[in-house]
């Protein structure tokens, strides 16, 4: 019993990286119904600033975790307004290409500026087991836990209860309608661009500081099965990308621990085409979807 | 047109030629040995080490009269870690360059596809470090300087049960590498017949989180934990043993050269097979670190040493031989019995070195000579 729970805990911990990453690609889904493959870069670029940060500068970890994902966003921002604005009439096979041309674009640009050698993370936060009962949880997985919470309430909330948030539903519901009502459509979008990101960008120094390394393809693997749960939870659903996330961290960490490690990423991805056939819209998509 | 462009081509291919004639004849005052390794790219470090540390021992060797009349000329070879460049510059090293013994190559692979052409060359070939077994079958005039990849996973269960008193011992290896399933495989039936394997768990390249294994290792609490990986994997996985706070002792392979680097702390007190130690108090390693560190101003690695130690093993052979014809040469290899940096050297029936391997615990972020242990 001792060890489910130990395994519980590590299956939320990889679970809420897994959702904080799932967020960005829903929210970007759900307003402007792409697929945002460039993601899982923004997230390897919020773990290259957090290192250069931790290398530089002795600045208290909260600090550097906030700057890196203030730039990640402006980056966001910056790669919808270059790469995705001036396709938004355009089909939407042409942006999923952009999209997957802008991953290439930063994957490599990291890979001219830091090299494929992985790049060691300094410990951000001491590395310690905590007694929590019969049960040893890491430092890292509980700060990783904890802030993955907090920013998805904050999350939640901004959606639900600001001006802001407000827009940001009523652009995903309808586009035109929203611009009748006098909702500045383009900020709107690039505000959604810009959350994404910065919740990406905290993935992804989480990722880093959990597994100790930061290198160019860092945000591949991650970002794809975030994007799968994301799908798992019903893409365009806030709730969803959350639930879908900490499924994903619970199959993988289950079927590491009482299966085999070897065939955990099978069983993750042969679940999405299981879902796929079973229920296209996710577990908790219905047919009149509720968009971000 | 066509007529004149033939005969143009015909004259340059007889220039080239003649040309190559020359190059070969003004060697007789100086030997010629070839390294072929990556020395660009991602693996360069592997490739300038062995070039490093044979330039350094041809310098030595120079400078102590060299071998038979003649000066040892080393010349390294950009392999780029690729099997096709490797067989390229290995021809050009024959053809252009008339070497009379190769160094190298650096990678198992790139050893491989050389193999075939140097047998039927009846090159003398050392290969410092390439540590796959068939690299030296059914190749008499093929030899290697490291040990292999069984030998060294043998040999690190030899060593958990015999120095550290480990009866259960858990795997965790890399499934997409042929090191590491090689060590792993060699340590788990070595160490099955002296004690209990209590898990034998396989992940792959891309795997980062190692917490749900590990936290299922850890429940059967064994003795030690083998992790046959290189640095960069090895250096996660003992952070999330550390962050688990799984009280084990971890063993590994030459892959572990440099781990004090990047991850001093989490690797403190574990152990490692390696080639050298680079506080063996022997005299002949520290003098080899003296003047690795006088000529390049760094700490050799353990490619360093091997590169080093084969250059010196085929001069001998050389100067036993009293001269660089091949087969004569292979012969004398086939003899070599003495006293090297990576320890005492003498080779099987295969080419394969029979030697102790050295097993290092890091203590306080440095290396400390735990045991030497010889294999089988």
Known sequence: ?292 | MKKSLALLMAMVMILSLALAGCAKSDADSVIKLGVIGPMTGDYSMYGTAVAEGAKLAAKEINAAGGVNGATIDIIAYDSKGDKTEAVNAYNRLRDQDGIKGLIGGTFSGETLAIKEIAVGDNMPVLTPTATHSDVTLNAPNVFRACYTDPYQGATAAKFATEQLGAKTAAVLYNIEDAYSDGLANAFNTKFAELGTITDFEGYTTKDADFKAVLTKIADKDPDVIFLPDYTAKVGVILSQIKELGIDVIAIGGDGWDGIEADYADVAEGHYFANHYAKTDSAQIVQDFIAAYEKEYGKTPSALAALGYDSTYIMAQAMEKAKSTEAQKVVDALAKTDGDYVTGHITFDANGDPVKSISIIQIVNGEHKLAAKVSGE
């Open chain 1, 1 to 292: 019993m001792v060890l489910f729970l130990q395994q519980m805990i590590n299956g939320l911990s990889v679970g809420s990286i897994y959702a904080l990453i799932a967020l960005g690609y829903t929210m970007v889904y759900g307003i402007i119904r792409l697929i945002n493959f460039a993601h899982g870069e923004i997230m390897m670029v919020g773990a290259y600033i957090a290192f250069i940060l931790a290398v530089n500068t002795s600045l208290p970890f909260i600090l550097i975790l906030l700057i890196s994902m203030v730039l990640s966003a402006v980056i966001g921002v910056l790669v919808e307004r270059v790469a995705y604005k001036p396709l938004r009439k355009a089909p939407r096979i042409s942006v999923l290409i952009t999209a997957i041309g802008v991953s290439f674009f930063l994957q490599n640009l990291a890979l001219v500026i830091f090299k494929a050698d992985p790049k060691i993370m300094p410990e951000l936060i001491e590395k310690k087991p905590i007694a929590i009962g019969p049960l040893q949880v890491g430092t890292v997985t509980v700060t990783t836990l904890a802030l993955s919470i907090v920013f998805m309430i904050a999350l939640d909330l901004f959606v639900k209860r600001t001006k802001p948030g407000k827009a940001m539903r009523a652009v995903s519901e309808d586009k035109d309608a929203a611009v009748l009502m006098g909702i500045h459509v383009n900020k709107t979008i690039s505000l959604t661009f810009a959350i994404g990101s910065a919740l990406g960008a905290l993935g992804g120094v989480l990722y880093g500081i959990t597994y100790t390394q930061v290198f160019p393809t860092l945000g591949v693997l991650p970002g794809l099965k975030a994007f799968i749960a994301a799908v798992l939870g019903g893409i365009g659903l806030i709730p969803g990308a959350v639930l879908g996330g900490f499924v994903i961290g619970m199959i993988e960490t289950i079927t590491k621990a009482y299966l085999s490690s070897q065939w955990s990423d099978a069983i993750v991805f042969g679940l999405l085409i299981i879902v796929l056939i079973v229920k296209p819209t996710g577990i908790l998509g219905k047919n009149e979807k509720e968009k971000v």
